[in-house]
Structures are given as structure tokens and as C-alpha cells.
């Protein structure tokens, strides 16, 4: 595994691991595990995981022993049988499915074949940004590969499931995005007063279940 | 316990502090002042640990008062005459606040601090995720917000402090700011002639601007590359190029990550101008390398110990 350690700024850096999340993770549990002196945070990205310093003084000086750390000790890929599966209900009617029609004419799959494709996926969380709590998802079945679309909404419903390019993710709060809505969760993924405040994190296995209209307004409830 | 009144918010007033710098795996911003250096600088000159929540006034004309006595202390924008000295406000005695001619942000520190419920560790607002602060939205008028308990006394006779801050920490708004980088991730994206644009010509600051950073408009600065990037972390400080070729400074309710290429850092000691950057103001960017980021910081960190320590002497007199 090839690992390029590249700063953010004057108290960050970027090791970069490759597009994968086994090494991702691994990179990251190494080095928070490890707990240098000095590192506020160990941030895991799609391709990458951010090492974020108090200051750049303790970046300065912890830089040497994070070096030797990666160079020394491989990180090694972590055991599957930990991640935890979240099931994940939505509800792919039209009233919430804004853009099955779209999507549909891309793929040339109809609004119920898409709804049947999506929820048969296994997905994993390869990170969480965006917004609070947007998990980044992989492992959308490549037939529903849609573009995003061209103007963006300027307020996407909270709860909003959507794929865009070969990715899937699921909008926590109302927000702007140019994702392409195609069904919606009465889940909260993201509750401040909550701990963990966000529902999914990174190497998070998530199924989804499809809802009817009257099962989604008795999850509401 | 004493209140702060809102008699005039202003455009967008919020409660922040240090910000919640731990759950960037979570997708939360960091946030918190956008200028932390005066905000600890503030807290400092009237007793409080430099930590504690204030608010943060972005231009103005605002108006506060306090149902007790308080001293309160302001850096920033140049809002009003006291800058980075610390003034007593007699009970519901007001605080008129003028929109600053210069710059952009002012924080504003009342002795025994905000005292606002804290969410995941910290009491700054969080605009986008709509929580922390108070009620996790901007402040309104007539809002009132519980005051902590006064601090060790401060003592000093008359309306304002016999001490104050450093100027260039107390009054940090200009028309025309030098920002000093270091070069970003994908600095070698863009062609020597383009670096040299980026370090010599002069950007304006866009209307586009707000917490979550400042859009510069000027020479466009092309890639070479087509290629895209995976989505990876970005910081407060960090400037993206966007797809138009225009520059963005990141600031403290920034993404947590992001797809743009990354040019260019804002160094750590040179936050608090970029936290003053307002529409048709100029900037410039000046190269420096990692180490003199690093000494600029220890030197700024060390001026603030000593600071502190001449600031207890006086309080406990």
C-alpha cells in the first residue's frame, strides 16, 4: 500500500491510501489509535484520512512520529464481521420520489424497477460530510447510474435519498444539492441532542427497505 | 442571574466560542469565531477564560444591553471607539454598535460569558445544521440570553479598563489584506505562470460571502488537468479553485471536505483577516513555507502567554 502524506494547511495533512475503504478505515485506526500528542482529530475521507493538529506547533512536532508510524507499521484491514448493518426504510412513491421520473428516462428503468434495484444494493458508508450526517454510499448497482442534475435544488427535503454519477446518499437536513431525489426516509440521520449525533459513520454497512405510503406516515407518527 | 438584550441584532449576530473541532467524521463543521485569536484575546481583557462564548457581530449597526453591570470588551471590526479595551456598561445601559467601515466581523466579550447550553462540547452556533448557540439560529431582536456568573472582580475605576490588547489584535479590519500561504495539495495542478498570477495580482472579495468563506473574483487560474478529484478533507484557511477558474478562502463553517483543487493555505496566524474580508475589499497572496507558518504561530502564541500573565497581575491587584 502506497501512502503520500501531503499538508493541508499549516496544522493538517492528508494521507492519501487509495480508493478503498478497508484502507481507509485501517489508516485511520492506526493513527488514532496511536494517540500522538498534539492530533485533534483523525478524519476518514473517500480515498484519503485528514490528521488534524491543535496548532501548527503540535503539528511540527508530532509530524516525525506520524512518519515512522506509517512507515513502520502497515496498516492492516480490519475485520468485516465488525461493521454494523443499518436498515434504512424508505418510502420510493412518487410523492416522495422527486426524481424517479428523470432517473427513470436515464436508465430506462421504470419508477418500480428502480425502487426494486436501489433497495437491493449493499452498501457501505465510505464517509460522512457534506452536511451533518450525510453519509457518502457506495455500492449502487450500476444500472442506476444517473447524472446529477443540472440546476440543483435550492432546498432538498430533509430525509431526501439520492444518487448521483455512481454514488448514493441520503440528506439529513433540508439543504441545497443536485443529487436526484428517488425516495425518502422518516429516519433521523442527524440529531444534535443525539450521541453519536449522526446516525452512520464511515464502514457502515446500509440496506434499504422499501415503505409503502401508509408504513412511512405511521414511522412519522 | 444577569440577561444580554438584543436590542438590535444586526444582519447576522451568533453565539460563538472555540467551535466543536472533534466531529469532522461526523460531517460537522468545526465553526466557532471565525477570528478564535480574538475571541480568546477578547474573553482575556475582561476576566474571562479564553474560551468562553460570546457573540460575534457580523458588520452591524447593532445594540446590546445587559440587566447588570458587565464589563464587556470588543475586537474586531472597527464597530466602536473602545477596541480592545475593556468598558463597564452600568444595568440596561446600551451598547449602540456602528457598522464598521472597515472590515467585517466584531467579537464582542461580556464578563461571566454567554451561558447558552452546550451541544457536542461546544456553544457555537451551527447555521447549517440549525443547532448550538442560541436556539442554533442567528440572534433576533429582543432576544435575551442568561449571562455565567461574573468573574474574579475586575477592578478599575471610571468607565474603561486602564489595560488593552495589542492593536493589530484588537483592530484587524482593513480594505485591502495580505494573506500569507502555503502552497495547497494541487498547487502543481496549476502551471507556473498561473502561480505566478495567484501570488501577484489582486483578487476582490465577491458578494458571495459568509461563514462558510469568501468567493474572490480576478484572473482566472486554470488547471492543467481535467481530472477529477476525490472529495477530501478541507480546512478554515484552505483556498479551492473552482470550476470558473475564481479562488474561494474557506472559513470556519466550511465543509468538512471538498472536491475543488486545493491551491493554496491561508496560514493559522493570518485567520483573523481573512475573518475580516467583506465585498470589493482587495486581497493579495504572499508565499511562505511551512516553518515560518510554525514561528509566526509560536511567537503570536508566546506575545499571548505573556499577555495573559500581564492581565492576571492586573485583575488580582
Redesign the interface.
Known amino acids: 500500500m502506497s501512502l503520500e502524506i501531503t499538508p493541508l494547511g499549516d496544522s493538517a495533512l492528508i494521507v492519501r491510501v487509495g480508493d478503498s475503504l478497508g484502507e481507509v478505515l485501517a489508516t485511520q485506526r492506526l493513527l488514532a489509535g496511536a494517540k500522538i500528542s498534539g492530533v485533534e482529530e483523525v478524519a476518514p475521507a473517500l480515498a484519503s484520512v485528514a490528521v488534524f493538529f491543535e496548532s501548527p506547533s503540535a503539528l511540527t512536532n508530532a509530524t516525525a512520529t506520524l512518519q515512522a508510524l506509517l512507515r513502520t507499521r502497515r496498516p492492516t484491514a480490519p475485520a468485516t464481521a465488525a461493521s454494523r448493518v443499518v436498515e434504512v426504510p424508505v418510502c420510493y412513491e412518487p410523492a416522495y420520489g422527486l426524481d424517479l421520473l428523470p432517473v427513470a428516462r436515464h436508465t430506462g428503468l421504470s419508477p418500480r424497477e428502480i425502487a426494486l434495484c436501489h433497495a437491493s444494493g449493499e452498501y457501505e458508508v465510505r464517509c460522512v460530510g457534506f452536511t451533518p450526517g450525510f453519509p457518502y454510499l457506495s455500492g449502487l448497482p450500476k444500472t442506476l447510474t444517473t447524472p446529477r442534475r443540472a440546476a440543483p435544488r435550492v432546498a432538498v427535503p430533509p430525509g431526501a435519498v439520492a444518487i448521483a454519477g455512481g454514488q448514493a446518499g441520503i440528506y439529513p437536513l433540508a439543504s441545497p444539492g443536485g443529487w436526484n431525489i428517488i425516495g425518502r426516509t422518516p429516519l433521523r440521520l442527524f440529531d444534535p441532542a443525539r450521541e453519536p449525533a449522526a446516525l452512520l459513520r464511515a464502514g457502515d454497512r446500509v440496506r434499504f427497505v422499501a415503505l409503502t405510503e401508509t408504513e412511512f406516515a405511521r414511522w412519522e407518527k | 442571574m444577569g440577561k444580554i438584550i438584543v436590542r438590535r441584532a444586526g444582519p447576522l449576530t451568533t453565539v460563538q466560542d472555540l467551535g466543536r473541532?472533534?466531529?469532522?467524521?461526523?460531517?460537522?463543521?468545526p465553526g466557532g469565531a471565525l477570528d478564535p485569536h480574538a475571541l480568546r484575546v477578547a474573553n482575556l481583557l475582561v476576566g474571562n477564560p479564553e474560551e468562553a462564548a460570546l457573540l460575534e457581530i457580523t458588520l452591524g449597526p447593532a445594540e446590546f444591553s445587559c440587566t447588570d453591570e458587565r464589563v464587556v470588551a470588543l475586537c474586531g471590526a472597527e464597530v466602536h471607539d473602545s477596541l480592545g479595551q475593556p468598558i463597564r456598561l452600568a444595568p440596561n445601559e446600551s451598547l449602540p454598535l456602528r457598522a464598521p467601515r472597515r472590515g467585517c466581523r466584531a467579537w464582542l466579550a461580556i464578563a461571566g460569558g454567554l451561558a447558552v447550553p452546550p451541544?457536542?462540547g461546544s456553544f457555537a452556533t451551527?447555521l447549517?445544521?440549525?443547532?448550538?448557540g442560541w436556539k442554533?439560529r442567528a440572534l433576533r431582536d429582543g432576544d435575551e440570553l442568561p449571562l455565567g456568573p461574573a468573574p474574579s472582580p475586575l477592578k478599575f475605576r471610571g468607565p474603561s479598563a486602564p489595560w488593552r490588547a495589542p492593536a493589530e489584535w484588537a483592530r484587524t479590519g482593513a480594505r485591502h489584506a495580505v494573506l500569507r500561504v502555503?502552497?495547497?495539495?494541487e498547487w502543481d495542478d496549476f502551471a507556473p505562470a498561473t502561480q505566478t498570477i495567484f501570488l501577484h495580482e489582486s483578487y476582490a472579495v465577491a458578494a458571495a460571502a459568509d461563514r462558510m468563506g469568501a468567493r474572490l473574483a480576478g484572473a482566472t487560474l486554470p488547471r492543467l488537468t481535467n481530472s477529477e478529484l476525490?472529495?477530501?478533507?478541507?480546512?478554515p484557511?484552505?483556498i479551492q479553485v473552482a470550476h470558473d477558474g475564481q479562488p474561494i478562502v474557506l472559513l470556519g463553517d466550511c465543509?468538512?471536505?471538498g472536491g475543488y483543487p486545493?491551491i493554496a493555505?491561508?496560514?493559522?496566524v493570518d485567520l483573523p483577516l481573512a475573518a475580516q474580508l467583506r465585498p470589493n475589499d482587495i486581497v493579495r497572496f504572499q508565499p511562505v513555507n511551512?516553518?515560518e507558518?510554525?514561528e509566526l504561530?509560536?511567537a503570536r502564541?508566546a506575545d499571548l502567554a505573556l499577555f495573559r500573565v500581564g492581565l492576571a497581575l492586573r485583575v488580582a491587584r
Open positions: 473541532p472533534r466531529h469532522r467524521f461526523a460531517g460537522i463543521a451541544i457536542l451551527d447549517r445544521g440549525g443547532f448550538g442554533g502555503i502552497p495547497g495539495a476525490l472529495s477530501e478533507a478541507v480546512a484557511g484552505t465543509q468538512t471536505m486545493k493555505h491561508v496560514i493559522t511551512a516553518t507558518a510554525q504561530f509560536a502564541e
